[in-house]
Each structure stands twice: as C-alpha cells, then as structure tokens.
C-alpha cells in the first residue's frame, strides 16, 4: 500500500470499512461529519448498512440492536452528540456486546463551539453512562494512529465484548495528513454465541442489560470487573519519548501530547533533560510505567487541552512522590508548542511544590497573561 | 374424564409453540396476556419462530422476552424502534418486531417511533395502548383520556393544564414509509379474532417488505384504573374506543392485496 494525504475523519471511516464494518448509524455533528458522510457512500456501495438517524440516541441504540445480531458497527460523534449518547452506551455496556464508538472532541461545556478540545476525558474514562462498566479508550495523535487504532478498536471491542472508544479532537478529525490505510478485509460475520440472530436450530438467545434480580445483578457486575482486571492486565499501550535519562516528564494524550513533543525536542537541544510519556490508552491508563518513573523523575508536567483531567490519573499514580505541574488549554483553544516549552523551562529553573494545587497555580498563570 | 379423549388431534387449545413454558407476572385482567398470545398463535401460524427476533420495550411488558420462545433483546425506553433498526438493518431477511406500551412509545419513544415509520423500516409495531402507565404504578400517559384520574393527574387529565390524548395508529398512517397501521382491540372475543387478524396482516406485510407496520391493541390496566378486570373491559368499550377509534388508517394498496 501507498501513502496519502488524507483528513483523519474520512481516515478513520475509510479504516473502519477496512476493518470489516458491517453497518455505521450517526448523526451529523461538527467536527466529525466526514466519518458519516464517507460512509454515506462508501457502505451502501458495498452492500452494508448505513443509517443517517433521527438524533444520537436513536444512532446509539440502532448501534446497540445491530451489534446484539453479532456483526462490527459503530457509531461517530463530537461532544454534545457523545452526551446525548450515554444512555446507550450504558446499555451496551450492561449488555456485554461490542461498540466502536468515535468522539471528535470539541470545545465545551453545553454547546461550546467546534474547535478542538479533550474536556471530555472524564466522560470517557470515569464517567460515560450510569452504573460501573469496562471502557477502552484510545487517543490517536496522528492521522496514521487515528487509522491503526480504528482498526485495533473492533478487535479490542470483541475480544471483551466492551465499548471501545476512540477519543479524537477536532484537530485529529480535520487534519490532513499522509498515512496508510490498511488492506480491505473480507467480511468476516464471525456466529458468536451469544448473538441475538434468529433461533434457527438452537435454543433461543436472549441479550439484555436488565438483571432484575440484585444478585444476578451483582454476579454481572462482578464479572465486567474480572473483564476490566483482563483489559488492565493486556491493553495498556503508550509511548515514550527521551524517557531514559529524563529528569523531568511531559504527560499528554492526543493532540496535546503530540504539540508537547515538539516542545520537548526544542528543550532537548536547549539541553534540559526532559521526556514525554504519551498514553495510547486512557483507559486503561498507564499507571505502571507512571509509577515506576515518579520514583525518578523530579517533576511531571501534565499538558491537556482541557482544564486538568487526566492530571488527576496522574497525580493518582505519582502519589505525592514528585511535583505534577499542569498546563492546558481549554474553550477549543490549541497550544503552541513555544508555550508548553515555557512550562518545560519554567519547571527547569524553579523550585517546585509537592503539595501546591497544579491546577490553581496553573489558573494564576493563565489570569496572570 | 375419558383419558382416551386427550390427543393433540381433538386439542382445541394448546400452548402456541412460540411461548415459553412459563407463568407471566402480569396483574389478573390485564390484556398483555392476550396480546402475547395472538403473537404467539401467528408466529407459529407463519412459521416463523426461528427467524424471529423481538424488542421488549421498558414498562409492564419489560419481561416480554421470558414469554416469547424467540431471539429476544430489551431496549431502552422508548428506544426499541431504533434497535429493531440496527437488527433488521444488519438482518433483513429475519422478522423483528417490537412490543411497546403507550409511555414507551407515544411519549419517551415519539421520535424514535415516528422516524422508524417514516424511514418505512420493514418491522412490525405492536403498540399496547391502555392509557396510563402501569409499570410505575398508574401514572398519566399521553393516551390517557381527558379526566381520567391516574396519580399524576389526581383531579383527572385537565386538557387546558395536561393537553389531549395523542392518536398514534392517525399520526404514523400519514408517513408515506408505513404500510399498515391500524387498531384494534382486546376486550371482548370478536375484537379479539379482529386483533388477530391484524397481527397476522402486521407480520405478512414485514414478510413480503411492504413497509412499517404496526397494530395498536386497546387494553386495560385494572390494578391502576382501580376497577375489576370485567368493568375494564366495559371501560375501553364506554370509555377508550370513543377516543380512540378501531379502524385501518392505513392499508397500503400492496397490503390490501394479501389474502390470509
């Protein structure tokens, strides 16, 4: 295969058909609108489903009756759209079957506005629709990413029968990049045993998130724990940049991550010793590598294009042992690289605190401006 | 008596193959019984059993599934016409049908219902209208009728305060996507041969894809209308059907044409 120049929103719709994606259900929202309008033509062409609904609750739960038959769905969003989604995403949740779902953050909270953004960060990993479930959540940070993890997300959402979340930002969903799509796979309608497709010749199968029984409720709690203890254990993906000899370590997921990269390679050749850790996925989250490096590094600086959310996980596997700092960008504001370098020097040069609050020091900078 | 006389050949009343073998948790009097059973009776009629798959909905037929000896999920309220969406969508060649009450699918449920009729999806709607909502316990639904008194409208429906009673088989009639809507009801048993009828028509128009079909059936809730099962089948007589009247709103001329 070659490579493109292609925009990350038709990437991942054209990466998910690849992937063998039988049937796509959504609703039109900036700034993810290419993924429905790709598949628009590209599904119906090749004799699958494709559905434009009439709101993302009907999306999500067309979603939801699609995947109990057995066969790859998704669905696509931006923020508001995701919110409007999280009683489904409950249900399939509660219903172990398996989801792909794409949210292109955008600026928020309430209607906000369509630039990019990860203030949805909790929504996706702590929060998400009521009740306790496992999530995968994945934070491409290129076009290529936003592609391979397309495609990993079906498998992951199969293999523990999970929702499988791809958090993108406006940037990932608009941006145009080179990149290489995968091979098309042959479909490939896999008869799980637990999906709701017709009795024919065996008992009849029922799919539901109702557990009217407390304790059969329990017992089903208690298995998607063992499930979540299983993605913990095998899906933890990240990746390391100047890690090894770092005194300091830049986190960032995303967009965020990849702008703190360039700062970092400015600091690097500034001489200061400083590395990025970038988790893949959010959920699970890379506690172990975190924990390992705060028994090391001098500080962390966590940079988000929100207003400190995965700053909270950190800091969680950090326990105190090291000064996290925080620096993000929120409202659908990017950060240049030059102002993430400041933190890095800034960091570089003063004394830090264990105990000051990152996030209000962080609000007392931003005022200061 | 005679044991010689118990042979399926002399049967005139068995268990459709279709239920399961279970005792359902409905009230004494309601009518979701018999509506299950005409379901029942037709799914084994057509032969379909085992390329069925049914939508249970939120609210007193939220168990449905335990009833039906088919492929079952259960939806969110309101939600069950989307997700028969995603199934058929992905299975065209199974029969889905949904199974919802009067709060799930005329208030919670209006868009999802609407739009799954103005898309002309190819499943089949049983709507069990008994206009008030039985599962929380009697509340006001959008088909209850002006002055009925439910625990949310204690003084009876006022019309200036609450609004009408809304008539879904005449809304989803005029989409262009449906192929037959119309209602019935079950509270006698000429009504109820009629109701079967249409659920049979209902299940014939998704088999040959002439388009969304629905049957609302008039039921009663005697635990939350607080009257006996027998006075709850004069009330739908006295008091529903003058409301909401049994008739076929739509028929498309491809339906009209089936010969059962």
Redesign the interface.
């Known amino acids: 295969m070659t490579r493109e120049l292609i925009k990350g929103n038709v990437a991942m719709a054209e990466a998910a058909v690849r992937a063998g994606l039988e049937a796509y259900f959504g609703y039109p929202i900036t700034p993810q609108t290419e993924i429905l309008e790709h598949l628009a033509r590209r599904l119906p062409e090749l004799g699958r489903a494709f559905v434009q609904a009439e709101s993302e609750v009907a999306a999500i739960n067309m979603v939801y009756g699609a995947a109990c038959t057995g066969v790859r769905v998704m669905s696509s969003s931006s923020s508001p759209g995701v919110s409007l989604m999280m009683e489904g995403i409950s249900y399939i949740a509660g219903t172990e079957v398996p989801v792909v779902l794409i949210n292109v953050m955008r600026g928020g909270p309430g209607l906000g506005n369509i630039a990019p953004a990860q203030s949805d960060y909790n929504q996706a990993v702590h929060g998400g629709g009521h009740g306790d479930f496992p999530r995968i959540v994945l934070a491409p940070a290129s076009v290529q990413e936003a592609i391979d993890l397309t495609v990993a997300s079906f498998d992951l959402a199969e293999k523990y029968r999970c929702v499988t979340m791809l958090i993108a930002d406006g940037n990932i969903g608009q941006m145009m990049e080179p990149a290489e799509l995968p091979e098309m796979r042959p479909l490939l309608r896999k008869d799980w045993p637990w999906a709701t497709n017709g009795a024919l010749g065996r008992p009849r199968r029922i799919l539901s998130s109702i557990y009217i029984d407390p304790p059969a409720e329990e017992v089903a709690n208690l298995r998607m724990l063992k499930t979540w203890l299983e993605i913990q254990k095998n899906e933890v993906r990240y990746k390391e940049y100047f890690i090894e000899d770092a005194d300091f370590v830049v986190v960032g997921f995303g967009t965020a991550g990849r702008i703190a990269l360039s700062a970092v390679r400015t600091a690097r050749q500034q001489g200061i010793k400083v590395g990025l850790l970038r988790p893949i996925t959010v959920s699970p989250f890379p506690f172990a590598v975190l924990d390992e490096l705060a028994s090391r590094a001098q500080g962390f600086l966590v940079t988000e294009m929100n207003m400190g959310q995965m700053l909270q996980d950190v800091q969680l596997a950090v326990k105190g042992r090291a000064p996290v700092e925080f620096y993000g960008r929120t409202g659908g504001m990017v950060p240049f690289p030059g102002e993430i370098l400041k933190e890095i020097q800034r960091m570089a040069t003063t004394k830090l605190s264990l105990t000051a609050d990152p996030r209000q020091a962080w609000l007392e900078r931003m005022l200061a401006k | 008596m005679n044991p010689e006389i118990i042979k399926p050949e002399n049967a005139v009343y068995c268990r459709p193959a279709s239920f399961t073998e279970v005792s359902t948790h409905y009230c004494p009097g309601c009518t979701h019984g018999t509506a299950h059973r005409l379901i029942a009776e037709v799914l084994d009629e057509m032969m379909l059993?085992?390329?069925?798959?049914g939508?249970?909905p939120v609210g007193c037929s939220?168990?449905a599934?335990?009833y039906?000896?088919?492929?079952?999920?259960?939806?969110?309220h309101g939600?069950a016409p989307?997700?028969?969406?995603?199934?058929k969508?992905?299975?065209p060649d199974?029969i889905v049908f949904t199974y919802q009450g009067d709060g799930d699918l005329a208030s919670i449920g209006m868009?999802?219902i609407?739009?799954a009729a103005g898309?002309g999806e190819n499943i089949t709607v049983i709507f069990v209208n008994n206009a008030i909502y039985g599962m929380t316990g009697g509340q006001m639904a959008p088909t209850t009728l002006p002055g009925q008194k439910t625990t949310s409208s204690p003084l009876g429906r006022d019309v200036e305060l609450q609004g009408y009673p809304l008539r879904m088989s005449e809304m989803i009639a005029k989409m262009d996507g449906a192929g037959y809507v119309v209602r019935r009801s079950l509270h006698d048993p000429a009504n109820i041969r009629k109701a079967k009828k249409a659920v049979r028509t209902a299940f014939e128009t998704q088999v040959r894809g002439l388009g969304f079909s629905m049957v609302e059936l008039l039921s009663t809730c005697p635990t939350n209308w607080g009257i006996t099962p027998v006075e709850s089948l004069q009330w739908v007589e006295d008091h529903m059907i003058p409301v909401f009247p049994l008739g076929d709103f739509k028929v498309s001329a491809a339906v009209g044409d089936i010969r059962i």
């Not at chain 2, 989307?82 to 199934?87: L, R, S």
């Open positions: 059993k085992e390329k069925t798959i939508v249970a939220v168990f599934y335990n039906f000896d088919t492929d079952f999920v259960e939806a969110a939600r989307a997700m028969a969406t995603g199934i969508r992905v299975l199974r868009a999802e609407m739009h898309r």
